[in-house]
């Protein structure tokens, strides 16, 4: 027979358990009286009888369990509340102190204590971390300045210039907060505040400059216009932030006239470079040429003054000549002939050799004989060979021989006396 049919035992079930018509789910009353008579043992207080009515104490703590729980009960409170009311505030941040929601102070670096929550809250802000905003481009690992460049968002790159060109540029700013209250409750969201007002300050400051100063020798220019426009706005909003610096990653023409600008960047190099290359061949020439003008003056200063101290020679030697001419004018234009006889004699290639009871007769001098000329005889005075002009020079040459003869005999007859 079943054990559940009528007649079965009841007692047992197919597992072999006894049945208990009478267990039921834990009494809640039983539970809460094992926990008290726990904690009366554990603070000395008697334990609650079994039976509802048995029991000297009743149900509960003794006096002794109570006042244990009240001073655990205190402890645990005043542990909380000083908890809550110490705030270590680390080096990097400031702390917001609000009262009912309502801001009161700023708490510095260090250990303060304020009212306990609910009545005051102190919010952490971080005011030495350095964040970015990038315009123009978005980059890998959240757009940070350390990360690659991945891709250009041509909304915010594509700007119009002052000369109606189109110009795709790219910034990276970096910035702080300065002052924790007003970022917390100036502003809604001061960091979007910031991206919007740093696009505005760059559409502006591009759109005032031309395409040529922005691609080539502006960028300086216009970063530091860039940065103090965006601290001008956000300072007029009081977002709480500070701009500590705008780099311009990229400035180039649109994607369409990349090739056209390329070229022209390429002819603007090589104008440069001939400009350079001029430069040098300038810088190379003109010292030269100041070089040589310089001893070319010297030299003309040199000739100058040799010419004047000739000149004044000359003019010492003729005055010291006229002295004596005027002292003895016959003696003195014989010397001045002998002498100039002698100074053009010298200088002619042949040799008069004066025969007396012959002709006279020319050779031709040693020197060259030695030289490895032929030495060849010349044919007498009277020959038909001699030109009328050689005639002539022999004549002259003989009668100023006889005349230097005489003079020298008639300038040691005057010694004599």
Avoid: C
């Amino acid at each position: 027979m079943a054990w559940n049919e009528p007649g079965g035992s009841k007692d047992n079930d197919p597992w072999g358990n006894k049945r208990k018509d009478e267990q039921g789910p834990p009494d809640l009353d039983e539970v809460v009286r094992k926990m008290q008579d726990k904690l009366g043992s554990l603070f000395g207080g008697k334990k609650s009888s079994n039976n509802n009515g048995g029991g000297s104490g009743g149900p509960g703590l003794g006096k002794g369990g109570a006042a244990g729980m009240g001073v655990t009960l205190a402890i645990a409170v005043g542990a909380w509340l000083v908890y809550d009311m110490a705030h270590i505030i680390q080096p990097a941040e400031q702390g917001v102190v609000m009262r009912f929601g309502k801001y009161v102070d700023t708490l510095q670096p260090g250990l303060s204590f304020r009212l306990p929550r609910p009545i005051e809250q102190v919010v952490l802000v971080d005011v030495a971390q350095n964040r970015d905003v990038l315009i123009g481009y978005r980059s890998a690992g959240g757009g940070g300045r350390t990360s690659s460049k991945t891709s250009s968002v041509v909304s915010e790159s594509l700007m119009l210039t002052r000369d109606e060109n189109i110009v795709d540029v790219s910034f990276a700013i970096q910035y702080n907060i300065k002052s924790s209250s007003d970022y917390l409750f100036k502003v809604r969201d001061p960091d979007l505040t910031l991206r919007e007002a740093a696009e505005s300050a760059i559409r502006e400051v591009v759109g005032k400059s031309d395409m040529d100063f922005i691609l080539k020798e502006g960028r300086s220019d216009i970063v530091g216009g860039v940065q103090k426009r965006i601290q001008e706005v956000i300072d007029n909003y009081e977002t709480g932030l500070m701009v500590i610096s705008v780099n311009m990653q990229d400035a180039q023409p649109p994607e369409q006239v990349q090739y056209a600008f390329d070229d022209a960047v390429k002819a603007r190099e090589d104008q440069q470079r001939l400009i350079n290359e001029s430069q040098a061949y300038v810088n190379d020439i003109l010292p030269r040429a100041r070089g040589a003008a310089a001893r070319q003056i010297e030299e003309a200063s040199g000739y100058k003054e040799q010419v004047v101290a000739q000149a004044e020679g000359e003019a010492a030697r003729f005055e010291s000549i006229l002295a004596e001419y005027q002292r003895a004018p016959e003696v003195t234009r014989q010397r001045l002939y002998i002498e100039t006889m002698e100074e053009v004699l010298s200088k002619t290639p042949k040799v008069l050799v004066d025969v007396e009871g012959g002709n006279n007769m020319m050779f031709l001098p040693l020197d060259r004989m030695m030289q490895g000329q032929a030495v060849t005889q010349e044919p007498s005075l009277g020959s038909s060979k001699f030109s009328a002009l050689e005639r002539q020079a022999v004549s002259a040459a003989r009668s100023a021989q006889q005349s230097i003869q005489r003079e020298r005999d008639s300038l040691r007859s005057r010694e004599q006396r």
